[in-house]
């Protein structure tokens, strides 16, 4: 089935003469079109969250089209037809008042999930509601990472939130990430502060000199945590000192895909385009499913861990089809601060994925690990 989900893309299909027959229309206003829709073919049309005028809803019923109405009271639109964008989810905020945060479609919408239940909404609506707007999440996900038909080399980056700016820990993490898109990798990481903010930076600045990384970077270390007043203006301050130019797109793109469930780590405004969900389980099972290029893990706690072992049982199951590189950047970290590696390098044995696992404190050495995986894949 067609699916349109931009007035754009509406109202070329109506110019083009084709039918609606069977066509998915998700989320639009649709109240200035009633005269096209009255007289269209509506049989097996479907509409997902449009405000239509009383004549065409009465037309669209009449000729079996299903419509799914509007959902009020909502900051949040169940049917979203594209994923969040920095400039949406901020809009509002003045870097120089830090505390027009409180006034963003993304402070709002955290608002309503915590005076809703948070994860267990109190109703069945707002529950329907979180689910439908996730899933529409997910479908505008998979509709970016197959543009140009699916052939992104997806690399996610996993480490702390608590991983503060200015540390040489964060620095790797950007030269990482900034040097895997200057090889044409898609960075992926979980939208938040400290490692997964690193991710996208590295991104940011993949067409930018060493110079300008620095001074970037300098500026963000004035707020090192996620918990600093200035932390998010300071953000905004690189990004307009910094910005992305017309040629840096899709270069410099980069996704990140945070979760209210932690929202009050406001996502990071690197990431060019932000998945952003209700539910925690539902975005981390899909963080790690999409990173068929492989994960880098860099220094993290129980949630960096968390995500190792769903990772390795994606792998060691080969639940989603593909064996992916499982690199851990830290050798002292992973083996005795946090000892994960020997266990798991003990589960893999006998295991294809075994293969695929390393540890390493050499930037090289994981980008060379990635590379010749990439290449060795079907259709490289």
């Not at 479907?46 to 959902?71: D, K, N, Q, T």
């Not at 998979?142 to 503060?164: F, N």
């Not at 589960?347 to 075994?354: D, F, P, R, S």
Request: net charge negative; charged share 20%; glycine share 10%.
């Amino acid at each position: 089935m067609t699916e349109i989900e931009t007035i754009e893309a509406f109202e070329r299909h109506l110019r083009s003469g084709a039918h609606l027959s069977n066509v998915v229309i998700q989320g639009l206003d649709l109240r200035r079109h009633t005269a096209a829709l009255v007289t269209a073919g509506l049989a097996g049309t479907v509409f997902l969250g449009c405000e239509l005028e009383m004549e065409a809803l009465s037309a669209a019923l009449a000729h079996g089209a299903l419509v799914f109405p509007p959902i009020s009271g909502l900051p949040y639109q169940p049917y979203r037809g594209s994923l969040y964008s920095p400039e949406e989810l901020y809009a509002g905020f003045d870097p120089a008042r830090p505390e027009t945060y409180a006034d963003t479609l993304d402070a709002r919408i955290y608002a309503h999930w915590t005076a809703h239940g948070r994860g267990s909404p109190p109703t069945l609506l707002e529950m329907l509601s979180q689910r439908l707007h996730d899933h529409a999440v997910t479908d505008a996900m998979e509709e970016l990472l197959q543009a140009g038909g699916g052939t992104r080399k997806v690399v996610a980056i996993m480490g702390g939130h608590s991983m503060k700016r200015g540390q040489p820990d964060y620095r790797a993490v950007v030269a990482l990430a900034r040097e895997l898109t200057q090889r044409g990798f898609f960075m992926v990481s979980g939208g938040g502060p400290g490692a997964m903010e690193a991710t996208h930076v590295g991104a940011w600045f993949a067409r930018r000199s060493e110079a300008e990384l620095d001074a970037g970077l300098a500026l963000l270390a004035k707020a090192p945590s996620y918990t600093d007043r200035e932390w998010l203006a300071r953000a905004f301050e690189v990004r307009g000192a910094f910005p992305l130019q017309d040629a840096d797109r899709p270069f410099c793109d980069s996704l990140g895909i945070p979760t209210w469930h932690y929202g009050h780590e406001p996502p990071n405004p690197f990431a060019t385009s932000i998945a952003k969900y209700f539910a925690n389980s539902v975005r981390e099972d899909g963080l790690l499913t999409i990173a068929r290029g492989g994960i880098v893990y860099a220094p993290g706690s129980a949630g960096t861990i968390q995500e190792v072992f769903q990772d390795a049982c994606q792998n060691h199951y080969n639940s989603v089809g593909v064996i992916s590189p499982m690199i851990f950047l830290g050798t002292e970290f992973w083996t005795r601060t946090r000892p994960v590696y020997p266990l798991l390098t003990q589960l893999a044995q006998g295991q294809e994925y075994a293969r695929y696992l390393l540890l390493t404190d050499s930037q090289e050495e994981v980008i060379r690990a990635l590379v010749d995986y990439d290449s060795s894949r079907p259709g490289a």
